[in-house]
């Protein structure tokens, strides 16, 4: 067929389509929702995935996390339980592959400036601790290791802890009341987003209203046990370390060190009462569970795709009825077969393009939609929304760039697909049969 003769058939079938312009354009629709839903879906499953990589990869690709838990067997009877300054001792001096490691301890406690008052998380930690956990010092410095070793009564604030117990002000070298013993604030840190809660592995933690402060001076000062008071609850909770924070040297030994450090500790415990967490190993997971949402998505969305298609195919068959005569006219005039089956197709793969197209436009709107439709939520269910979870009210479509041509040459294939038979159908008829057509 030479390139005039073509163009000259799509010329034709646009003139047909356009005789029933709105039975052409409820088609055209269908293929459009199709191809925008592709798209749309995709990128929607991309933004999730990656708002929750980017929280794993946050803990630190090189690190391995190992958290104190309350036992929950019949065997603990209370008293101490977790992570203890040994198994600290005996992780460092005998595990190579180790870069760093901080140990961790948090109390709850109430800071005073004045008569401002806060509800704060006492964090006893090293030097290291910013290394490691990826977070930086606005103002100030951090305590250094002579800090460690005089048990100095220095601090370090979040950003927004600062903000609210110094309001206006520099908060450096200012005191902060904690219990009856008074520190000083040598450093504010950077603001630091609030981590969710990684399946069983990891809880959420809010770090607006952390005190850093030496894990010599906690011990000493605070001791092991917190006593937990809540209206009808009296908790008494014992244990040395909450978390201890490692860094691993080489990416590639991760796995390896992690193995070895659970060895390690679980030597020293009958209870299970301590839990490991790789950010590696579920950074590795969320990948995998990308992959299958992806190819989940993107079948819901091909559904779509293929109701478009026979809505297609509905229509052709309908205007393959509606012009029998027309049919039969041309094969008397000498149209043979190939031209008939030619026209129909070309008629079917135009309204399929032509929704491909239009589908590919208005999934190009998916993000700047998706935002101003999430800031209308926020403006008329406010109360609502902030129930929703933080990775659902934050995330945002990342456009996934293979979806686009993929969406599109598979609408275009839809229309050849469903026009087929309807083209088929229409070149078999018999030329005298389809002339006395009414």
């Not at 003769?5 to 039975?23: A, E, Q």
């Not at 206006?168 to 005191?175: F, T, V």
């Not at 239009?358 to 439709?373: D, E, Q, T």
């Not at 800031?375 to 479509?397: A, H, K, S």
Request: with cysteine; proline share 4%; net charge negative.
């Amino acid at each position: 067929m030479t390139r005039s003769r073509i163009g000259r058939t799509i010329w034709l079938s646009i003139k047909s389509l356009m005789l029933h312009p709105l039975r052409s354009g409820l088609t055209v629709l269908g293929i459009l929702i199709g191809v925008s839903s592709v798209i749309w879906l995709l990128a929607i499953g991309e933004g999730i995935s990656a708002a929750s990589q980017r929280q794993i990869a946050s803990l630190g690709a090189r690190n391995i996390i190992v958290r104190s838990v309350m036992p929950t067997s019949d065997n603990f009877e209370g008293g101490g339980y977790g992570l203890t300054r040994d198994d600290y001792q005996r992780i460092v001096e005998t595990v190579p592959t180790l870069e760093t490691a901080v140990p961790i301890r948090e109390f709850q406690r109430e800071v005073r400036s004045g008569r401002r008052r806060l509800e704060g998380r006492m964090v006893g930690c090293t030097p290291e601790y910013p290394g490691v956990v990826k977070t930086t010092v606005a103002q100030g410095r951090f305590f250094n290791q002579e800090d460690m070793d005089d048990e100095s009564n220095y601090c370090v604030l979040a950003a927004e802890a600062s903000e609210y117990l110094y309001p206006g002000g520099n908060s450096l070298g200012r005191a902060l009341m904690v219990d009856d013993e008074f520190y000083t604030v040598i450093g504010v840190m950077d603001p630091r987003a609030a981590s969710a809660g990684i399946g069983g592995s990891l809880a959420a933690e809010d770090f607006s209203n952390d005190i850093y402060i030496p894990i010599s001076t906690l011990w000493r000062r605070l001791g092991d046990m917190e006593i937990i008071q809540k209206p009808g609850q009296f908790q008494q909770d014992v244990k040395e370390i909450s978390q201890i924070t490692m860094a691993v040297a080489d990416v590639d030994d991760v796995l390896k060190t992690a193995e070895v450090v659970r060895d390690t500790v679980q030597r020293g415990h009958t209870l299970d009462d301590f839990t490991i967490t790789v950010p590696l190993e579920l950074l590795n997971q969320a990948r995998t569970t990308q992959l299958m949402f992806i190819i989940f998505l993107g079948m819901i969305a091909a559904i779509s795709l293929v109701v478009g298609g026979i809505g297609i195919m509905n229509i052709m068959l309908a205007t393959v009825t509606e012009r029998t005569r027309e049919i039969g006219i041309r094969r008397a005039v000498g149209a043979k077969q190939g031209d008939i089956v030619s026209q129909f197709l070309a008629e079917s793969v135009v309204l399929s393009v032509v929704g491909g197209a239009l589908g590919v436009v208005g999934g190009l709107f998916c993000r700047p939609l998706s935002i101003g439709g999430r800031e209308m939520m926020y403006r008329f269910f406010p109360d609502q929304m902030e129930n929703v979870p933080d990775l659902i009210r934050t995330v945002e479509p990342v456009m996934v760039g293979w979806s686009v041509p993929l969406a599109f040459i598979i609408s275009a294939m839809v229309g050849v697909v469903f026009g087929v038979y309807p083209a088929i159908k229409a070149a078999k008829l018999d030329p005298i049969v389809a002339l006395r057509h009414e």
